[in-house]
T-cell receptor, first 114, second 115 residues
Framework: ELKVEQNPLFLSMQEGKNYTIYCNYSTTSDRLYWYRQDPGKSLESLFVLLSNGAVKQEGRLMASLDTKARLSTLHITAAVHDLSATYFCAVLMYSGGGADGLTFGKGTHLIIQP | ETGVTQSPTHLIKTRGQQVTLRCSSQSGHNTVSWYQQALGQGPQFIFQYYREEENGRGNFPPRFSGLQFPNYSSELNVNALELDDSALYLC??????????????FGPGTRLTVL
């Protein structure tokens, strides 16, 4: 059974600081995704990482993937208040009959204080 | 481009009742997946529909069932509602077979409360 673990689950940080969220998964994966969720809202796709060593950046967020270590990171640079949200990593595995669903971590609840 | 839409937004039911939730996929997408998100948790995969057939299922009992229609929209049906079914139900659409990255795009969700 595929398991996805994120840490930390809760993070309070100050504006202007850097931090990293970690996502470990238990078995070989085909794709890894990062999503953002604001309170009471749906999930917004941030990044999809397809291969070992993949790195993607959008603004102050950068995601990377190490398939050998089964580890993805989401790095926040010079945090701003607008980045406060819950961040989920999710892993996709294909079964013989077609694509399976995403397996999500529990999420990292990020609060960025002025 | 039209995004993923879901209806209704909120729903209150009592134990033992049945409920139907609806989802319209994003334009150009052919696959719909349904997820259940309990408060404070990550979404859990219920099942996926492709070409009007169930194409994968998570660890949910048979009282959770679904349909996909020729226009790729979908329904999630839950029979014999239990208190633990209270959650946000998310629909996600994606394009399978097009050689793209197959990212799933989520709708706004239906908040179901079972009393």
């Amino acid at each position: 059974e595929l398991k996805v673990e994120q840490n930390p689950l809760f993070l309070s940080m100050q504006e202007g600081k850097n931090y990293t969220i970690y996502c470990n998964y238990s078995t070989t994966s085909d794709r890894l995704y990062w999503y953002r969720q604001d309170p009471g809202k749906s999930l917004e796709s941030l990044f999809v990482l397809l291969s070992n060593g993949a790195v993607k950046q959008e603004g102050r967020l950068m995601a990377s993937l190490d398939t050998k270590a089964r580890l993805s990171t989401l790095h926040i640079t010079a945090a701003v208040h607008d980045l406060s949200a819950t961040y989920f990593c999710a892993v996709l595995m294909y079964s013989g009959g077609g694509a399976d669903g995403l397996t999500f971590g529990k999420g990292t609840h990020l609060i960025i204080q002025p | 481009e039209t995004g993923v839409t879901q209806s209704p937004t909120h729903l209150i039911k009592t134990r033992g009742q049945q409920v139907t939730l609806r989802c319209s996929s994003q334009s150009g997408h052919n696959t719909v997946s349904w997820y259940q998100q309990a408060l404070g948790q990550g979404p859990q995969f219920i099942f996926q529909y492709y070409r009007e057939e169930e194409n994968g299922r998570g660890n949910f009992p048979p009282r959770f069932s679904g349909l996909q229609f020729p226009n790729y929209s979908s329904e999630l049906n839950v029979n014999a509602l239990e208190l633990d079914d209270s959650a946000l139900y998310l629909c996600a659409s994606s394009l399978v077979g097009g050689g793209l990255t197959d990212t799933q795009y989520f709708g706004p969700g239906t908040r179901l409360t079972v009393l």
